[in-house]
């Protein structure tokens, strides 16, 4: 089984941007992204909430079709682990973590947001052709997942949807 692992972080709060984020309002975009995912990720296409207690969120995701890859539904259970944390497994062991983190100022907006991922391809080899490719697109969606999750908590803020 080959993994492609990744992380990708991104400051929450870079200079002239507003509002301004705090760790809260990150953690709960974290969680309103467990629920509705579409709204944070563009490869998203819908989501079905199978269960939600305690913390634990099992779902089911469309993805949407992109590039050569077709449409698949995917099964994962998200972990809430307040306040800095979401885990998200899907069922074919493929994780990503979503992690809000302070910065060494000790300022409480700087803040920074990492995912780390590891996709799992039973088909490739590595350092293959495919698998380069593959590595490739999960550079790419890594950035733009961590990067739209945060501008869609900040507009969500800034619509009073989260406090």
Not at 24 to 45: E, T
Request: glycine letters at 6%.
């Amino acid at each position: 089984m080959t993994t492609i692992r990744l992380a990708h972080t991104v400051p929450v709060n870079p200079v002239d941007v507003t509002p301004v984020l705090t760790e809260a309002q990150v953690f709960a975009g974290f969680q309103r992204k467990i629920r509705r995912p579409q709204d944070f990720v563009p490869a998203i296409a819908e989501c079905k909430v199978l269960s939600d207690e305690a913390g634990v969120v099992k779902r089911e995701v469309i993805f949407k079709q992109m590039g050569g890859n077709h449409p698949h539904k995917a099964s994962e259970v998200c972990t809430e682990l307040p306040p800095h944390r979401v885990d998200f497994e899907m069922d074919n062991g493929s994780t990503v973590l979503n992690i809000v983190s302070a910065g060494s100022s000790g300022e409480p907006t700087d803040l920074y947001v990492t995912y780390v991922f590891a996709w799992k391809h039973p088909d490739l080899t590595v350092g293959s052709p495919a698998f380069k490719e593959a590595e490739a697109d999960h550079k790419a969606t890594a950035k733009m997942a961590v990067e739209s999750s945060i501008a869609t908590t900040r507009r969500l803020v800034s619509a009073g949807d989260i406090d």
